[in-house]
């Protein structure tokens, strides 16, 4: 496992911490007044997908870890276990749910994903950072009703909730931020 600094820490990044994989989200530099520079790491257990955050000294070493990623399309769900076909080979492999995580909220089929490998073994399932997708329920829109930032829940082809505009009406399809679960836009179509 390669080893670095403290200094080499970056979102994206995944450290052995604990004896456990985590991603880092963000890194910040510290420099207190008179007292020693740290560094404030915010990351995702890969394996519980608990946040935590930790204090870094400054010049501390770090295991980092490889993580190979690669291009897969999402098929279908059996029982405990979801589907993926790898879009250069066309060979399929199974990824346990839990592994999944959050972005189970919207996943359908054939949406194309980024599988995170450690050693051969998946770790986890990565998302665009915007997908669009079809809402299937919503209370419909009030005519002349334009408050300005007022939200409305709505279902998605996915099966998740999350809180759109009062002008999104069942059958819009809309573009959704799956690090946030929140609404962008209305996707036009032709």
Known sequence: MPMGTTSDLRPGAVINFNGELHLVLESEHRTPG??????????????????SEYRFRSGETIEFVYVERKDYQYLYRDGDNL???DTDTYEQIPIELQLVGDALD???????????????QPIGVELPAHVNLR???????????TATNVMKPAVLESGATIQ??????????????????EYVERVKEN
């Open 34 to 51: 008179n007292l020693r520079a740290f560094y404030q790491v915010k990351m995702r257990n890969m394996k519980t997908g608990r946040l």
């Open 83 to 85: 589907y993926f076909m």
């Open 106 to 120: 919207f996943l359908i089929e054939n949406q194309e994903v980024q599988i995170a490998f450690v050693n051969g």
């Open 135 to 145: 809402v299937v329920h919503t209370e419909p829109g009030v005519r002349g009703d």
């Open 164 to 181: 759109v505009p009062l002008f999104i009406n069942e059958g819009d399809l809309i573009r959704v931020d799956t690090r946030t679960h």
